[in-house]
């Protein structure tokens, strides 16, 4: 299931260009070493793909099959969760609009981005609203993100999609496989942690406060109370790679780290967490200061033994 992409793209590849799956895959594992691991197995073998003169243009997918990277990419889905109409401005001091949303198909959603004035339109002259189909053509995949510029078309599609999965899709990855912008599920041990950071936010705002003298002071609520927060780092690995995990607040509550009171106890999490094997959820970023990806985690989940179990029985 988690390489069902990258097997598709292999085969394809196969077949077009007469090379043998071995022979694409060392090309496909050179190309991704070339690039330092910044991209995926699945960007690497487009890349492979692309120079080969193998195109996915033209053919509609499912939104399970849409990869980063992809181009002039065809796709049907049902509207959910429309954003409101931003305006900004361009560097050329124009006026410019962007709107956003989700479509779903019965293989999983995507986030959709409008930039072109007469499909932000769409949107509000209400055509494009939660509910409707729509047919995307000539997207192009941005990160996880659906792309919509001048050369793309959307319109209101009469298909009929049921079993539009709306919730939220993590798809189960290795470390190694991470891309930039993407939400992931991933199966790894805590190996390292280090010590607990903290900072002082805004009681009413949430934002963070600076100290000035004896006093915290909020850009919005001027001086308040601050209340302390923690920010807490691993690192995980799942065999493939190492990367280093950040976990704010519901995801410390979720892997046990509660109590930030004295050093004792902190030592004690510590001790506890290291070397555990757990699910964590989150969304991989890049860490611009030190120019390598970490997982900003959501939630964490224990590792359920028996459904391993089940899982290894079939
Ligand atoms: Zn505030």
């Not at 779903?104 to 494009?128: C, F, M, P, Q, Y």
């Amino acid at each position: 299931m988690i390489n069902s992409n990258y097997e598709k793209i292999l085969e394809k590849i196969a077949r077009i260009s007469n090379l043998g799956k071995e022979e694409i895959e060392k090309r496909i594992e050179a190309k991704k070493s070339k690039l330092s691991g910044l991209i995926s197995k699945e960007g690497a073998a487009l890349i492979i793909a692309s120079e080969l003169g193998i195109s996915f243009e033209n053919e509609k997918l499912k939104i399970n099959e849409l990869i980063p990277g992809m181009r002039k990419v065809n796709v049907v889905g049902k509207v959910l969760n429309v954003s409101t109409v931003r305006t900004f401005k361009t560097k050329g001091g124009d006026e410019s609009k962007v709107v956003n949303f989700w479509i779903a198909d019965d293989s999983s959603n995507v986030r959709v981005v409008l930039w072109d004035t007469n499909h932000v339109a769409k949107v509000e002259e209400g055509k494009i609203k939660e509910g409707v189909v729509v047919e995307i053509t000539n997207a192009s995949m941005r990160d996880n993100e659906l792309h919509l510029g001048n050369f793309s078309d959307i319109k209101i599609s009469s298909e009929i999609i049921e079993g539009a999965v709306s919730e939220k899709v993590l798809r189960e990855k290795k470390i190694s496989e991470f891309v930039r912008g993407e939400g992931v599920k991933v199966r790894a041990f805590i190996v390292q942690i280090f010590e607990p950071r903290f900072f002082n936010v805004c009681p009413e705002c949430k934002k963070k406060v600076d100290k000035e003298g004896d006093l915290f002071i909020c850009l919005t609520h001027k001086k308040v109370l601050p209340e302390k927060r923690a920010i807490v780092n691993f690192v995980i690995d799942d065999g493939t790679d190492s990367i280093r995990a950040v976990l704010f607040n519901d995801a410390q509550i979720s892997v046990g780290f509660t109590d930030f009171e004295n050093s004792d106890k902190i030592a004690r999490i510590k001790q506890e967490l290291l070397g555990r094997e757990m699910f964590f959820f989150g969304n991989v970023r890049l860490n611009s200061f030190f120019n390598n990806l970490e997982l900003i985690v959501d939630n964490a989940k224990e590792v359920d033994l028996d459904e391993t179990i089940k899982i290894l029985e079939n």
